[in-house]
């Protein structure tokens, strides 16, 4: 009879489905089967964390009764239940293996963490991947690169991080990375045919979405400079100084890459500021600007002297000129002292003894302003004039004239248009013209009308008389028959 009953429970059992291992004696009874398999109740997962972090990876399992839990990466044992094998201090296991938890995470640790359910029959894994987060970092091949003008260059960067960093381009300075260079992003970039313009830093940067641990970005400075042979500006080429002058200072603008060597010369004899005093050399590596200082000039001072410069691809050189001629004269306003008649003003500034002035003026149409005398002005009329004007001041000879001039141009043209300009004449030569000027003579008066008109005014304007008219018309009608 008790296996009967036995039979009946077994086959109810089976016709519900349960899938489990049973054990039966006969004389106990069937309440006290239970079912032996152990089962994951946690998945498998990927874990993104960044380094330095800390992540637990989880092993839950049902039903585990005796069964022992394992942890391993690779092929190193970590954990056996509650002993922990692998002795590492960033390793902690808790709750006999459900769980353990890593510390300050490494790049080294990246990989499959496997949690193992040890039974008698097949064991049971489950097993989790770490993925370790690097903030980016980049790496220049080279910092400093050098080309010649007009050759092309390549500026590279590698970038590290995990996930793998992507690289952009940028100058320091903010400047546009022009479109005929070629790429912005990418480890390489190519500039084509560089001009002296593109010398300076760039900066290649690596982004990878992981925020680095200072918050800056990871950046890289590339010095690329471009080599060019000397070049030379002046701020001016003529200097105009005063006789016992206490110091002139004359300067350029010198660039070339490599940093040329800049000497001053007078003819062939190049200048030092050993020379008794005369001379004193200074040089601002910063803006490339060198000045020859003279000190107390004299008349022997005047002459040409040469800004030199030279590097290995090249050389150059200007001239300026310390002249004793009068300088540019400036004009002053003037005006009209009749119809035919216009007083000229201007400043003079000379050195040495002035000798005379020039003065240009010409009768020109409406809209007119070119000065030279051409063929057609030369008909003898009064069209283009040259007038010479003496500067001598008797027997005193002055040095350093800086006063005003005056002149009167006599027989103009009424109601005409006038251009001008002014020279300064000196022992050493002509002063630059000074710059055109314009103006219009009055025009000829309005022709008086007679006492007896009707019109006439005192003021020489025809104004009507504030009397009635008919009386002259009836004047006019009736005379012939009183004749």
Request: aromatic share 8%.
């Amino acid at each position: 009879m008790k296996n009967i009953v036995f039979w009946r429970q077994l086959t109810l059992i089976s016709f519900f489905g349960f899938d489990c291992s049973l054990s039966y004696w006969p004389d106990e009874p069937i309440n006290s089967i239970k079912t032996r398999r152990a089962i994951f109740t946690s998945h498998t997962q990927v874990f993104k964390v960044r380094i330095g972090g800390e992540v637990t990876f989880p092993c839950a399992v049902a039903n585990l009764g005796k069964d022992v839990i394992t942890w391993s990466t690779g092929d190193r044992l970590l954990t056996a239940g509650p002993v922990k094998v692998y002795n590492e201090e960033r390793l902690i296991h808790n709750h006999n293996g459900s769980e353990i938890t890593l510390r300050d995470v490494q790049p080294r640790d990246t990989g499959q963490f496997s949690c193992q359910v040890n039974n008698i029959k097949e064991p049971m894994v489950l097993k989790h991947t770490l993925d370790v987060l690097i903030p980016p970092r980049v790496v220049a091949r080279n910092p400093e690169i050098s080309v010649s003008v007009f050759e092309n260059a390549e500026l590279e960067c590698s970038g590290h991080g995990n996930p793998q960093p992507h690289i952009r381009w940028r100058r320091k300075d903010g400047a546009p990375l022009s479109l005929s260079y070629g790429e912005v992003e990418g480890n390489r970039l190519y500039l084509q045919r560089v001009g002296i313009e593109a010398s300076g830093d760039y900066q290649c940067i690596a982004e990878n979405g992981v925020e680095r641990m200072d918050g800056k970005p990871a950046l890289e400075t590339v010095k690329l400079t471009v080599n060019f042979p000397p070049e030379i500006d002046l701020e001016t080429q003529q200097y105009y100084p005063k006789i016992r002058q206490e110091k002139l200072e004359m300067t350029c603008h010198v660039k070339g890459e490599p940093s040329p060597d800049v000497n001053w010369r007078r003819g062939k004899r190049v200048l030092s500021g050993h020379d008794q005093g005369k001379y004193k050399m200074s040089t601002n590596t910063y803006t490339g600007l060198h000045t020859l200082s003279l000190f107390q000039v004299t008349e022997e001072d005047l002459g040409n002297y040469t800004c030199h410069a030279a590097n290995r691809l090249g050389w150059s050189e200007q001239t300026i000129t310390v002249s004793g001629k009068p300088l540019r004269p400036l004009l002053l306003p003037g005006h009209l002292e009749n119809r035919r008649s216009y007083k000229l003003r201007w400043m003079i500034e000379s050195a040495f003894p002035i000798r005379g002035h020039n003065i240009y003026y010409k009768l020109v149409r409406p809209g007119e302003d070119r000065l030279e005398c051409s063929e057609d002005d030369k008909d003898g009329t009064d069209r283009c004039i040259m007038l010479r004007m003496d500067g001598r001041t008797g027997e005193r000879i002055e040095f350093n004239i800086k006063k005003e001039m005056e002149a009167v141009l006599r027989d103009l043209r009424p109601e005409s248009n006038y251009i001008l300009q002014v020279q300064t004449i000196n022992d050493f030569g002509v002063s630059e013209w000074s710059e055109v000027h314009k103006f219009i003579t009055i025009p000829e008066p309005v022709s008086a009308l007679a006492p007896w008109s009707p019109f006439y005014s005192s003021s020489c304007i025809p104004v009507p008389l504030h009397i009635p008219l008919y009386p002259v018309l009836l004047l006019l009608f009736v005379s012939p028959s009183l004749s």
